[in-house]
Nanobody, 116 residues
Framework: QVQLVESGGGLVQPGGSLRLSCAAS????????MAWYRQASGKERELVAA???????IYDPSVKGRFTISRDNAKNTVFLQMNSLRSEDTAVYYC??????????WGQGTQVTVSS
């Protein structure tokens, strides 16, 4: 069964940093571009960053220059390094494949709260 397990969230002050991790089943990790999404309270889920199997990346303009997505293919893990965090980055963060048409089940997500 395909599984996605996110971790690394927490409470951080504005300007701080967090590193999120997502462990994925090998069955999806090796074949697909992976992505991080986030959903703030009362808002729709949005794509934050994505990375292809070969390491190509894209970012939402709101996080470009502050967030870095990476992947460790040997460990079936994708990371999101988040620097210079802002209050508007507060959300539940999820990982999944970039192409949601594959309908991979969502994990539980990890809460990121940016507040002083």
């Amino acid at each position: 069964q395909v599984q996605l397990v996110e971790s690394g969230g927490g409470l951080v002050q504005p300007g701080g940093s967090l590193r999120l991790s997502c462990a994925a089943s090998e069955s999806i990790f090796s074949a697909y571009s992976m992505a991080w999404y986030r959903q703030a309270s009362g808002k729709e889920r949005e794509l934050v960053a994505a990375i292809t199997t070969f390491g190509g990346t894209i970012y939402d303009p709101s996080v470009k220059g502050r967030f870095t997505i990476s992947r460790d293919n040997a460990k079936n893990t994708v990371f999101l390094q988040m620097n210079s965090l802002r209050s508007e980055d507060t959300a539940v963060y999820y990982c999944n494949v970039q192409n949601l048409a594959y309908r991979i089940p969502w994990g539980q997500g990890t809460q990121v709260t940016v507040s002083s």
